[in-house]
């Protein structure tokens, strides 16, 4: 009985706000004893109706249970896939050390230090990523604003990474020289291995990256896809490959257009696939 419970109180508060309310039909949601009630108000209407109303209670705990399952377990989703990033290239660093002490190259001791620092850097990401989920459930929080940052130096220290791997994939990465636009150093770099995945994923042979003022734009010879696909790339967990998440360029239309930016595809079947990122330019 809604009425004797404890949590009367509050449901006489929310009818009372409810009447109160300018909307035509309002609703309103309400947590008693542990479950969740909507109210619905319909006011009457016609010359006998004297300002009478009609309150529906309807008991929506088990509806609300599903829905934050399913919004957990999407959370869960996107947090293996923003984790996997930094791995990537940890994974790629560590068997290029294997093959330089395997082969007994003479510069091991350089490459060690460099392939290290690199490694380090990829931790201070999976640090940053584990934070940022932490700070997740607070209230109001906005990210910092995008800041002025090397479009350049980011994206040839992805190229580097990946010409690492040694997998029968050629990286080449092309400049004109310093590049700089407004965005966050951190989700630049998130974006262009999502891309770089996303293209070997695809089976390329090649990838080359362009740098240019407002623009990071990265070619592929890929599989491709076909013209009917396109529309539906940037969907939550629309994907092209049986081993992918389907998150990938959702994220990365997310944080580009965060800093103001802009992302395209062009893609043909059997031929490669082209990405447009557009970053806004900075002085």
Request: aromatic share 4%; hydrophobic share 40%.
């Amino acid at each position: 009985n809604l009425a004797q419970s404890e949590g009367s109180p509050l449901l006489v508060r929310a009818v009372v706000d409810l009447m109160n309310s300018p909307a035509p039909e309002p609703r309103s949601e309400v947590e008693l004893d542990g479950r969740t009630v909507r109210l619905n108000l319909r006011r009457l209407t016609g010359a006998d109706a004297r300002g009478g109303v009609v309150i529906a209670l309807e008991d929506i705990t088990a509806e609300m249970r599903t829905a934050r399952v399913l919004a957990w377990g999407e959370m869960a989703r996107q947090v293996a896939h923003e984790i996997k990033n930094p791995l990537t290239p940890v994974r790629l660093g560590i068997q290029h050390l294997q093959r330089v002490y395997r082969d007994r190259r003479e510069n091991f001791a350089d490459t060690l230090d460099e392939t290290s620092r690199r490694i380090l850097g990829e931790i201070d990401r999976l640090d940053t990523i584990a934070r940022a989920f932490s700070r997740f459930a607070v209230p109001g929080e906005e990210p910092p604003p995008p800041q002025r940052v090397d479009l350049a130096g980011i994206a040839s220290e992805v190229a580097q990474l990946y010409q690492l791997a040694g997998e029968g994939t050629t990286v080449r990465y092309e400049t004109a020289g310093p590049v700089w636009g407004l965005a966050r150093r951190d989700e630049v770099k998130e974006v262009l291995v999502n891309l770089f995945e996303n293209a070997r994923n695809a089976g390329a042979r090649t990838i080359t990256m362009r740098v240019q003022p407002g623009e990071i734009r990265i070619e592929d010879d890929g599989m491709g896809m076909p013209a009917d696909l396109l529309p539906r790339i940037f969907e939550p967990r629309f994907s092209t490959t049986t081993s992918g998440s389907g998150l990938g360029l959702a994220i990365v239309r997310r944080l580009v257009e965060s800093w103001g930016g802009s992302v395209s595809v062009d893609s043909e079947e059997g031929v490669g696939t082209v990405v447009r990122v557009g970053v806004p330019v900075s002085a």
